[in-house]
C-alpha cells in the first residue's frame, strides 16, 4: 500500500471505533471531520473498506436494502482495533528528503536565469503564500467556524508559515548562492 | 461602490538615528477602516515607520497627512493631544500600570483627556466586558496572566474609541493560543467600529489577519516583492 492508502485505511478505521457504519457514512463524517482535507471519493472509501475486509481488519456487520441498491455495514474487528491502536501510538518519520516543487523551480531560475529571476520567483511565491495565510485566517474567524475548520486552517497555516520562513531566509541568501553556483 | 476614503498618508518618509539611516524614502496610503499589516525582518525600519505615522517621531524628510492635516509640522504639543483623542496605542509588553487595577488602567486615557472619574470607570468596566475579561477590573496586573495584560492594554487602547489604534508586536509576548485570542479580539472590535488598525509584525501569522500588507525591506517599501534594488530617498514610484 502507497501511503496515501495507508492514511485513508486507518482514518476509516479510525472512524469505525465508534461503532458500524454505511460507506457514505464514513466518507460524510471523514469530509466532516477533516474540512480542510481532500474530500474521499465514494470509490475510494468502498475500495479501501474491500481491502481492510480482506485483510481482516473490519468485516460486515449488516445489510440494508430498504428502498434501494444493497447497502452494507462495515464494523471494526479485533486486529482491526489493534491496527488502530497501532497506528496512534507511532510517530510519523519526519520526511528525510527536500522534495518540493518550489525549491527546484528557485533553484532552475538561479540557475538558468540568474540572481534577479530567483529573487522575483521567491518574493512571487511569498505573496501567494500571504495570501493564502489571510485566506485561512478569515476561515478560521469566521463567526461560523467550527473547532474542526480551525484546527485545519491553523495547520495549513503553521506549513505556510515554515514555507515562508524558508522563502525569506532564501531571498536573503540568493546573492551569495548565485555568486556560489555560477563560480 | 465609492473610493476609499484615505486617512493616513506618508510621502518620501526619511528618517535616521545619528549616520545610520531608518526610513529612506518611504510612501504609503492607509484607507479608512482598513487593517494594514506592516511586515519585514528585524531592523528593516517597521517600528521607526509607525512611530512617524502616529506622531511620536517627526521625519528628517518627507510629509506624513492624518486626512488633511499635515501631521510632521505640527508641535509636540499639537501632536500629543492628537494621539490622546483619535489614535490608541498597544505594544508588545510594559505597558500597564503595576500600582493601577486593570479597570484604573483602562480609564486612565480618559482621565488623562480630562473625562470624568465616574463616567471613566464606567467606560472602563464596558470596555473590558467586551473584551470578555470583566474579571480583570479589580486585579493588578501583577495578578494577571500575560493574554489577561494584553486584553487589559486593548481594552485601554480602544477606550477613547480612537479613529486609529497603531500596534507593534501586540501578540509577541504571548504563547500562539493567547495571541490569537488578542488578535481576533482586536480584529473583531476594529471591524465593529470602523477603526483603522496599523499592525506591525514580522509574523506573518499575525500578517495574516489584515487586509492588506506592506512589507519593508532595508528602510523602503517593498512593494512589486523584489524590493532589494535601492531608489533615491524621497522617489516616489
Known sequence: ?183 | MTEPTTLLRAHGVVRSYGRTPALRGVDLTVAQGEILAITGPSGCGKSTLLHCLAGILTPDEGEIYYGAHRLDTWSERARSRLRRTEFGVLFQFGQLVPELTGAENVALPLLLAGTGRRVARTAALEGLDRLGVAELADQRPGEMSGGQQQRCALARALVTEPRVLFTDEPTGALDSLAGEQVLGELVRLARERGTTVLLVTHDVRVAGYADRELELRDGLVDGDGLGLAPRAPGATR
Open chain 1, 1 to 183: 500500500m502507497n501511503s496515501v492508502a495507508v492514511s485513508t485505511a486507518h482514518l476509516l478505521l479510525g472512524l469505525l471505533a465508534a461503532g458500524a457504519r454505511y460507506g457514505y457514512e464514513l466518507k460524510r463524517s471523514h469530509d466532516e471531520r477533516l474540512p480542510r482535507a481532500k474530500p474521499l471519493a465514494y470509490g475510494q472509501v468502498y475500495a479501501t473498506l474491500g481491502r481492510l475486509e480482506r485483510d481482516g481488519l473490519v468485516e460486515q456487520a449488516g445489510q440494508d436494502r430498504e428502498g434501494g441498491p444493497d447497502r452494507t455495514s462495515y464494523a471494526l474487528t479485533g486486529a482491526g482495533r489493534d491496527e488502530l491502536d497501532r497506528w496512534l501510538a507511532s510517530t510519523e518519520p519526519p520526511a528525510p528528503h527536500v522534495n518540493s516543487e518550489l525549491l527546484a523551480k528557485v533553484t532552475v531560475a538561479l540557475l538558468v536565469a540568474g540572481a534577479e529571476r530567483a529573487r522575483a520567483t521567491l518574493a512571487a511565491q511569498r505573496r501567494a503564500h500571504i495570501a493564502r495565510v489571510r485566506e485561512l485566517t478569515k476561515v478560521k474567524n469566521d463567526p461560523v467556524a467550527t473547532l474542526d475548520d480551525v484546527i485545519a486552517a491553523d495547520y495549513a497555516i503553521a506549513h505556510l508559515d515554515a514555507d515562508l520562513r524558508w522563502l525569506e531566509t532564501t531571498l536573503e541568501r540568493v546573492a551569495d548562492w548565485h555568486r556560489e553556483v555560477h563560480s
